[in-house]
C-alpha cells in the first residue's frame, strides 16, 4: 500500500477525513503525539489499526471527538466528569467511563469493555479532522508495537510507510507524550496513566487525590474498580475441532457446528471465510452474546499469525480467567 503524505490543508483535511469515512487508516498530529485514526464505528478498521501496528494484543482505545458534545453521545460522563472536561477539553486528557447504551462504538475499540476512553484534542488539526470524519476515532499512537510513540510525521511514516493509507503533517508535537487517563468510578476517581495534564492538577480540579489505578479480576466486580480487561464467566475450551454435548461454539472458516445440528443461537463464526480482519471485528461481540447463554463454550482454531496472535491472546485468556487480574 502506498501511503499518502497530506499537508495540513483544507484539502489534506478533507482526503483524510474522505478515506477514515471509507474505512481507512489515517495518521494525525494532535497536541499529544501522532494519532493512528480509525472510524470507531467500523469493526474492521479498527482491526487494521491493530494489524497496522503489529500488536499481540487487543487493548481498548482511546476515542476521539470533537467536543464535549460528541463525548457525551458516547459516555456516561458524571458529576466529576464533566467538571474535569470544562477544565481540561480541548486538550490533553481522557476520560474513562461507562460506555453509553447504544453508542456508536464497536466492541472491538473498547475491547468489549462496558466502558469507553473518550478524549477532545486540542490540536487544530485535529479539530479538524474530526469535524470532517464526523464520527468517533479510534486513536493510539502510530507507531509499530513496542516502538515509542511519534512526535512527528516522519517518525510516523519511519515505523509505518506503506502499512497505513495517509499521514496528514501538522508538524511537530507541542505536548510530546500521551494524554493523562483518568477513570472516572462510581466511588471516585483513578489516575490510569500518567500525561500530559500533572496529577496534582487534576486533584485541585477534584478537589480531592485520585485513587491509583485498580483493575477488577475477571468475574470479581468491587464497585469503584474499572475492568482491564473483558473476560467471559463461562468456561472456554480452546483448538475445539468440533462442539461437545452442552456447549456453544465459536466457530472460524469452515463450521463443523452447523452440520453437527448445533442450533443457529448457540453457534457463531468469527469469519466463515477465514478472514482473520473480520474475525477481529466480531471476536467481543460474539464473545459476549455467546457468554450471555451460560454454558461453556468451545472455540475453533484461529490461524497464528497476523491478527491471529491477538485474537488468540484474548481467547487464552478468556480460557484462563483467573490468571489475568
Ligand atoms: O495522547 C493520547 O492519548 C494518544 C493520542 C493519539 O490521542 N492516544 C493514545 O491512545 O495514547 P491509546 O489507544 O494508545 O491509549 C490506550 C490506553 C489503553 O492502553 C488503556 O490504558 C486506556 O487507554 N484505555 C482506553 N480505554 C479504556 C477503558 N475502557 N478502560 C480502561 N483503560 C482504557
Ligand atoms: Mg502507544
Redesign the pocket.
Known amino acids: 500500500m502506498r501511503t499518502e503524505r497530506l499537508q495540513a490543508d483544507p484539502n489534506g483535511v478533507a482526503r483524510a477525513g474522505e478515506l477514515l469515512r471509507d474505512g481507512g487508516l489515517v495518521a494525525f498530529a494532535?497536541e499529544?503525539?501522532?494519532?493512528?485514526g480509525a472510524d470507531a464505528t467500523d469493526g474492521v478498521a479498527v482491526a487494521r489499526i491493530f494489524e497496522a501496528k503489529g500488536r499481540p494484543r487487543f487493548?481498548?482505545?482511546?476515542v476521539?471527538v470533537a467536543d464535549l458534545a460528541g463525548a457525551e453521545r458516547l459516555a456516561h460522563l458524571g458529576e466529576a466528569g464533566l467538571r474535569l472536561a470544562a477544565a481540561f477539553w480541548p486538550g490533553?486528557l481522557?476520560l474513562?467511563a461507562p460506555?453509553r447504551e447504544g453508542a456508536a462504538v464497536t466492541a472491538l475499540t473498547?475491547?468489549g469493555?462496558d466502558?469507553?476512553?473518550v478524549?477532545v484534542?486540542a490540536h487544530p488539526l485535529a479539530q479538524a479532522v474530526l469535524r470532517a470524519v464526523d464520527r468517533p476515532v479510534?486513536?493510539?499512537?502510530?507507531n509499530p508495537s513496542g516502538r515509542i510513540?511519534p512526535t512527528t510525521a516522519a517518525h510516523v511514516l519511519a515505523g509505518l510507510d506503506g502499512r497505513i493509507d495517509a499521514v496528514l503533517d501538522g508538524g511537530a508535537c507541542s505536548v510530546g507524550?500521551?494524554?493523562t487517563?483518568v477513570?472516572l468510578g462510581p466511588e471516585g476517581s483513578c489516575l490510569?496513566?500518567p500525561?500530559?495534564v500533572p496529577r496534582e492538577t487534576v486533584e485541585a480540579c477534584l478537589g480531592q487525590p485520585l485513587a491509583p489505578p485498580q483493575f477488577q479480576g475477571a468475574g470479581v466486580t468491587a464497585p469503584g474498580q474499572?475492568?482491564?480487561h473483558y473476560a467471559p464467566t463461562v468456561p472456554v475450551r480452546l483448538h475445539a475441532e468440533a462442539p461437545f454435548d452442552g456447549e456453544a461454539w465459536l466457530g472460524f472458516g469452515e463450521d463443523p457446528a452447523a452440520a453437527l445440528g448445533l442450533p443457529a443461537e448457540r453457534r457463531r463464526n468469527l469469519s466463515p471465510a477465514g478472514d482473520l480482519r473480520e474475525a477481529a471485528a466480531a471476536l467481543f461481540a460474539d464473545l459476549r452474546a455467546l457468554d450471555a447463554i451460560g454454558t461453556p463454550i468451545a472455540v475453533a482454531a484461529v490461524p497464528e499469525h497476523g491478527l491471529g496472535l491477538a485474537i488468540n491472546d484474548r481467547v487464552r485468556r478468556a480460557a484462563s480467567p483467573r490468571s489475568e487480574g
Open positions: 494532535t499529544t503525539v501522532y494519532g493512528l487493548n481498548p482505545l482511546i476521539h490533553p481522557t474513562v460506555l473498547t475491547a469493555l466502558t469507553v476512553g478524549r484534542p479510534a486513536a493510539p499512537s502510530a510513540s507524550v500521551e494524554s487517563i477513570g490510569l496513566r500525561g500530559g474499572l475492568a482491564s
